[in-house]
């Protein structure tokens, strides 16, 4: 079992920055690859960001590209997720998620945290 707790969440204004956290627990060793996804309201989940724990390689998906920015610290077993010039778009609640070696998708999430971007 792998626990996931985001933080850094809150409300901003147009053009502002967040910077989200997650911390994992319990079976580091087995991580895979994390990624941030986030679910507007009445809207499904959609991918954000991506990275590779063991080489760092990223992905993004392409409404955030040049704006947001996904990094890990193993050490501390977190991933970040750097998020500039925000749009009220970006509202939504952000998901952590962990996908373990050997498995194909992400099995374990975190609780949320939200994200308000006002105009």
């Known amino acids: 079992q792998v626990q996931l707790v985001e933080s850094g969440g809150g409300l901003v204004q147009a053009g502002g920055s967040l910077r989200l956290s997650c911390a994992a627990s319990?079976?580091?060793?087995?991580?895979?690859?994390m990624g941030w996804f986030l679910q507007a309201p009445e809207k499904e989940r959609e991918f954000v960001a991506s990275?590779?724990?063991?080489?760092?390689?990223?992905d993004y998906t392409n409404s955030v590209k040049g704006r947001f920015t996904i990094s890990r610290d193993n050490a501390k077993n977190t991933v970040y997720l750097q998020m500039n010039s925000l749009k009220p778009d970006d509202t939504a609640v952000y998901y952590c998620?962990?996908?373990?070696?050997?498995?194909?998708?992400?099995?374990?999430w975190g609780q949320g945290t939200q994200v308000t971007v006002s105009s």
């Open positions: 998620a962990a996908r373990i070696v050997g498995r194909y998708s992400y099995e374990y």
């Open positions: 990275i590779s724990w063991s080489d760092g390689s990223t």
């Open positions: 319990g079976r580091t060793w087995s991580l895979y690859r």
